[in-house]
């Protein structure tokens, strides 16, 4: 009554405008990467890398072994490679991510686990891969 988030919302859940969105069920493993246009949701465990135009969310169950690419992303459960989206990534509470983060925004929640680096920059998709010169690293005598 006084919440001005619906209960989808407040669940977690994702909707997109044609109400469909791909769904890896508690229980299912895959092996292999996925490309979606829509959005999907992770809910069991994948062994390879997400390829997505729009919305990624990793379940409290769920469990990545690979890259994530997209527009947004919620991650709730448990992810192995390094994670790129154009928009906002939120680390959610109880979440585990182990490997490098590209997001323009960055929202990560106390109990949150991340071990890697961090970029945050407003245009993911065209950041180039830094340089490292060698006459900038010098030797100390």
């Not at 990624?56 to 527009?71: C, F, L, R, S, W």
């Not at 929202?107 to 490292?132: D, L, R, Y």
Request: with cysteine; hydrophobic share 35%; aromatic share 2%.
């Amino acid at each position: 009554m006084f919440n001005p988030k619906s209960k989808s919302e407040a669940l977690g859940e994702i909707s997109t405008p044609s109400g469909s969105a791909s769904l890896i069920g508690a229980g299912t493993a895959l092996k292999g990467d996925i490309t979606s246009n829509g959005d999907i949701r992770i809910d069991g465990t994948l062994d390879g890398n997400i390829h997505c135009t729009a919305k990624v969310v990793i379940g409290a169950n769920g469990t990545v072994n690979g890259d994530i690419n997209g527009q947004q992303a919620d991650i709730m459960g448990k992810v192995a490679g390094s994670i790129k989206v154009k928009d906002l990534l939120q680390l959610k509470g109880g979440s585990t991510v182990t490997g490098n983060l590209h997001a323009a925004k960055l929202q990560i929640e106390p109990s949150a686990s991340f071990n890697g680096e961090c970029h945050m920059t407003q245009n993911v998709a065209s950041m180039p891969p830094p340089k490292i010169e060698k006459d900038s690293v010098k030797a100390a005598s």
